[in-house]
């Protein structure tokens, strides 16, 4: 999948000649074969090829091409091993053709090597800035911005991004991150750089985290217009309702509007905008879809589920969540929708339900956040139907995905064991990838009226906030500051 996914981006063609007469007919055959149908025999002449003395003989250039087709089928036809040594071997002779370091990064992320798929990606970034309007955002961003983020690669692709101006796709949403970038810096102790990178930082959610961060204080002026948060949601509005018209074709900009508009609380504005955007899905043609990014419908429904859970048609929400679990995600079996059902049947009551629903998701396919979701959702379920054997295990379940999940466990945590949480909270405060995670969640924010599931849960929470070691505890790296706002997204 991920091989068609890192297609073309520069348009350079692939040819032959040169070398012995017949070794260059073997060539252009296996090119030929390999442009029509990339299956096994393409791949096994391509094999034979880059074994055959004459390769030698080709000339550089030719060579390269010709390895470079032959990584891709390598690739196409899921030897990744392969794919990924000769890949190695076009970094080693410096390639030019920037679709080899485009596809060395898929590789990589396919291999899990994120930091191998930074490498090739910042050289990408270096060389050709002008192609990474060509490739898919949601790969950038997954690079710059999932899991551990501080190792040099990393970094240095964040700043490759950051040099080239990057604007973060349709949505022109990059700042998840400059955020990560400036951190890094300020880990770093190069104020200068942070600054440079917190002056792009324009998101509201970002401009949040800095001011509840204390390393940020700094390089910012918290008092200016420019970082004030209210005011920062009515620019992002105005410019995401700018970026659909550019991109009439994408709902990348929309979905990030209704976002926005949640974040702001204008749910109605929320419910007309996924409406909307539906009803041109449905009035389209078979043949031609009115959007070329389908997979994120289902979280433009997932928003429409959370507007109308704000405004009390609670039912209403359930079955607007149920229809977009229904539909594929990244044109896979869906995954986030069903664990968010089973999130908001618990916060409903629905104990039993929730627990059916989670049931459901496809254990196979599920990441470790995935799994503690999942695993999130039985300890809601246990606690409401006092199940002290299965909010046991579901507890035991989330500490060991605590890494990943480190958010679902302190709140399962603050429920049954506050002491813990307060020692597990500290943890994460003194992890300077982690701190932000526990000081965006302890912001004073508009949240919606508490659904039957979440009274109590709600309470403890409050409980837990208001102790003063707790207190202290966050006020020693951060803050805790009041927003007119719906901070907290699923709520």
């Given at each position: ?23 260059r007919q ?39 091409r ?24 076009l ?57 551990d ?56 959610e ?59 609380g ?36 997932n928003n ?7 405004m ?34 618990c ?35 246990a ?80 409980a ?28």
């Amino acid at each position: 999948m991920l091989a068609v996914l890192f297609g073309c981006v520069s348009g350079t063609a692939i040819a032959a000649p040169a070398a012995d007469v017949f070794y260059r007919q073997r060539v252009a055959e296996a090119l030929a074969i390999a442009a029509d149908e990339p299956g096994s025999r393409a791949d096994a002449l391509l094999d034979r090829l880059l074994a055959d003395p004459d390769y030698a003989g080709l000339p550089p250039a030719e060579r390269n091409r010709l390895l470079s087709r032959a990584a891709l089928v390598a690739w196409q036809n899921d030897r990744l091993d392969v794919a990924s040594q000769r890949y190695a071997e076009l970094a080693r002779l410096d390639s030019d053709n920037p679709d080899d370091w485009y596809r060395m990064t898929g590789v990589a992320m396919q291999k899990d090597d994120m930091d191998g798929a930074a490498e090739a990606m910042t050289e990408f970034a270096a060389r050709w800035p002008e192609y990474l309007d060509n490739t898919r955002p949601e790969l950038l961003f997954m690079l710059a911005t999932h899991g551990d983020t501080r190792s040099p690669a990393r970094i240095g692709f964040q700043q490759a991004l950051f040099d080239a101006n990057w604007k973060g796709g349709s949505s022109n949403t990059p700042g998840a991150i400059w955020f990560r970038l400036a951190r890094a810096r300020l880990e770093q102790g190069d104020t200068e750089a942070a600054r440079a990178v917190v002056q792009r930082i324009q998101e509201p959610e970002f401009l949040i985290s800095m001011r509840a961060d204390k390393r940020f204080d700094p390089v910012f002026n918290r008092d200016r217009p420019r970082f004030d948060v209210a005011l920062a949601v009515d620019r992002q509005i105005a410019l995401l309702r700018t970026r659909t018209q550019v991109f009439p074709d994408r709902l990348e900009p929309l979905l990030h509007l209704s976002s926005a508009l949640l974040l702001a609380g204008r749910n109605e504005d929320a419910i007309a905008l996924s409406d909307a955007a539906v009803a041109r899905i449905a009035a389209a043609s078979t043949d031609k879809p009115a959007f070329s990014d389908m997979d994120q419908q289902v979280w433009l429904m997932n928003n429409k589920a959370i507007a109308l859970r704000r405004m009390g048609r609670t039912e209403e929400a359930i079955a607007e969540m149920r229809r977009a679990s229904q539909l594929s995600e990244n044109g896979e079996e869906n995954i986030s929708q069903v664990l968010n059902l089973g999130e908001f049947e618990c916060a409903n009551g629905n104990a039993a339900e929730a627990i059916r629903v989670v049931a459901a998701a496809p254990l196979a396919n599920l990441s470790n956040y995935g799994k503690a979701v999942a695993a999130h959702v039985r300890h809601c379920a246990a606690l409401q139907q006092d199940n002290s054997r299965q909010q046991k295990k579901a507890l035991k379940e989330l500490h060991a995905l605590r890494d990943d999940a480190p958010m679902p466990y302190l709140d399962a945590l603050i429920q049954v064991e506050p002491e813990q949480a307060l020692a597990f909270m500290r943890q994460l405060l003194a992890q300077p990838d982690r701190r932000n995670d526990v000081l965006d969640w302890a912001q004073d924010c508009l949240q919606s009226p508490l659904l039957p599931g979440e009274q109590v849960p709600q309470q403890r929470q409050d409980a837990f906030l208001a102790r003063a070691d707790v207190r202290a505890a966050i006020e020693s790296v951060g803050r805790i500051e009041r927003y007119p706002l719906y901070c907290r997204q699923s709520r």
